[in-house]
């Protein structure tokens, strides 16, 4: 396995003292998936590379990461509070495409057939899903790895919560350390780093001028947004300016950034155990999407519980 990573092992996150939980952003590999596997169809037509890249992107979060508990979060249509608050959020997206559109029921049929909750709640993104389940869980005596590539989630990590980002080649692994090598700032601090440089995949324009370099050293300089608003004084002229001219938004633009950790989850640990597939029924999916039937089966080490999931 190739990790791209600094200095701590996966093993960190996946001790075989501690159980742990997969949190997988769902929407994010399905999107990763459609973009990045060629188009491809079964024999009746249905396009089919995001079912198929999104399963084997999971087989690897799977596979790397031995989960003794795991999530699948999506998103929903229905806007949440960010969009009341913010006419601009996310308007710049184009709709999802209709090849892509045609595949996600089977990405989550095939989900079922695996076994693997799949949680959505209407009226909140899954980025507060998955902040309620790691926040919920870092309580416990578990560890948790939230599998993401959307750097907004790095807010949440700590010693008991990583970011496993997963492609078809490799796997980066951040924790702490890491979160500070990457953006120049400590995960506490990722809220206000982005906030500066705007996030452009929200529509989220930050504070004119200030990109990466600048907002890292600004965070290590004052600690925080709040502290570079009191020393404005000490700034650039042209960069004090921007930063009031920021000011009656900002503290907006912070409230759509940082996740929300209290979406009223139902779903305990005892929901979200591994669990063997469903066989027959996944079978027939990989039957009808002319996907090969040859199983290979993704087992936890020896010394741990014998859960074993089986994709294709």
Known sequence: MDFQHSNTPLLQYTSLLVKTLLIVDGMAYVYRAFYA?????????????????????LERLIAESAPDFI?????????TFRHDMYEDYKAQRAPMPEE?????????????ALNLPSLEYPGFEADDVIATLARFCDDEDLQVLIATADKDL???????????????KDTEILDPVAVEKKFGV??????????????????????????????????????????????????????KKNFELAKDKISDFKKLISVDSKVPVKETLEDLVAMECNLELLNSLR??????????KIRKPANQENTQLELF
């Open 37 to 57: 596997i060629p188009p491809m169809s079964n024999s009746e037509g249905l396009p089919t590379n995001a079912i198929y890249g999104f399963v084997r992107i």
């Open 71 to 79: 999530a699948v979060v999506f998103d929903t249509k229905e806007p």
């Open 100 to 112: 892509l559109v045609e595949q996600l029921p089977w990405i989550k049929e095939y989900i079922k």
């Open 154 to 168: 790095c807010q949440l990590v700590n010693d008991k919560i990583g970011i496993m980002n997963s492609s078809f």
């Open 186 to 239: 400590l995960p506490e601090q990722i809220v206000d780093y982005l906030t500066l440089v705007g996030d452009s995949a929200d529509n989220i324009p930050g504070v004119k001028g200030i990109g990466p370099k600048t907002a890292a050293s600004l965070l290590r300089e004052y600690n925080s947004l709040e502290n570079i608003y009191l020393h404005l004084e000490k700034l650039k002229p042209a960069v």
């Open 287 to 296: 039957e009808h999407l002319n996907f090969s039937s040859q199983g290979r």
